[in-house]
Structure formats: C-alpha cells, structure tokens
C-alpha cells in the first residue's frame, strides 16, 4: 500500500473532518481534503480523540479502578500464564524468526543495508563483519549466505525471568554475535550486562546452535559457560 502525501492544495472546500477550516492539503491515498498536513493535526479530530478517552479513569491508581479495568498485576501473571500455555509465545516466536529471515525490523533510523545486499546492518561493528566476509568470500557469497539472526528465548540472570533474544547474524547453523565493549560490558563496568550477554549465547547453544562472539571484531567461537577470554 502507497503511503499518503499531503499535496498542497488551493480549493474553496473546508475540511473533511468538521473543523470548519479551509482545506490546505489532499490526501493522495483517499484523495480527502483536510486542513492540515496530518488528520491528527486537526482540532476536530483532536477534540474527539479526547472527549472519547477518560484520560482521568486511566490515570488512576485506586486498587477498585484498576480491578475493574483488569489491569492488577495479578490478572496480567494470570493472562501471561494463559498465553503461554495455550502456545501463544511459541507462535509468536515462530512468526519473529520468520520475520527476522526475510527482513528485520526497520523502526530506527540508524539501520541500514549492506551495499548492494538485502541484508540490514545497524552499527558500524556489523559493517565491518560483513567487509571481513566479503573480502574473504566476495559479495554474493556474502549476499547469498548470511542472514539476519533467529529468535531465541533465556532467562534473565537478575530477574529469572523468560526473555526474547533476537540474535545478529546466521550463516547456515552458525549464530554470529558482533558486540564491541560498550555494548558487552560497558568496557568492563558492567558485569550484570556482561552476564545476560552471556545468557543470550549459552541459551542459543542449549537450542542446537554454534555460536561465535565477535568483540571489538574478534571472532571466539563460544561454549556454554565459557569464561576465559579477553571481555
């Protein structure tokens, strides 16, 4: 589906929405005219949206108020088992990977594609992983064999708590990791990070993969455990 533009229009017509302002753009889309260059823009649009929303109820913090909207902790723990039960999470797991392995999440704009590639890189670490490569192995090898990594599920070290990991890289069962410092262990003032780093990569090990970390553009083929390298 296109994305609608606002073009710049000079119409006698008022808005769509029942502001009673002139109209001074038309949706390409759905060809509307509006007032301004979003619908949320609007005063009219605006002025439902919150005589619709009880703004005060959902800010309340009443025990009463918020049984009634269902929104206890209790009720959530109690929802959160129910989906996992039901095979919700593992679906939902299922559809990520999928996702990840044709295109990865795109909602930040330090991501990027790799030169003539379709595979999206987000930091100056995975970019020069994949030069590593294509120098080895040249860009459709490159292009050809790796893709944005699977999803895999660990347990948070400091809360016990089942997390999503979305790994880097895959390059046929091979799980690649590019981390530098920072992003490791706050270059060593942050063991707690450095500990759920290493969650992420045994968890991927217990699921039947071969991991290798890349620190600082280092490649350590990882072991379930492994504590005796420079990180």
Known sequence: MAKPIAIPVEVED????????????????????????HFNKCSAKRGRFSQGADHKENARKSLK???RL??????QIKGAKTRKASGHYDRLAVKMREHWSEAPWNNLPKWSTYKTTTIRIQSS????????????????WVSENVRRGPCFYYIDP????????????????RVYEI?????????????????????????VIEQGYEVTLVLE???I????????FCG
């Open 14 to 37: 008022l808005c769509y929405l029942g502001c009673g302002k002139k109209a001074r753009f038309r949706f390409s889309v759905s060809q509307k005219l509006c007032c301004s260059d």
């Open 125 to 140: 670490y995975e970019r020069k992983f994949l030069e590593g490569l294509e120098q080895d192995h040249g860009l459709d």
């Open 158 to 173: 400091s809360t016990q708590k089942e997390r999503l990991y979305i790994s880097d890289f895959l390059i046929d069962d």
């Open 65 to 67: 108020t918020r049984i």
């Open 221 to 228: 083929p990882w072991t379930k455990g492994l504590m005796n």
């Open 217 to 219: 553009g280092v490649a």
């Open 70 to 75: 269902g929104i206890t902790k209790s009720a």
């Open 179 to 203: 981390k530098g410092d920072y992003t490791w262990n706050r270059k060593g003032d942050d063991k707690g990070l450095e500990k759920l780093n290493r969650s992420k990569l045994d968890s």
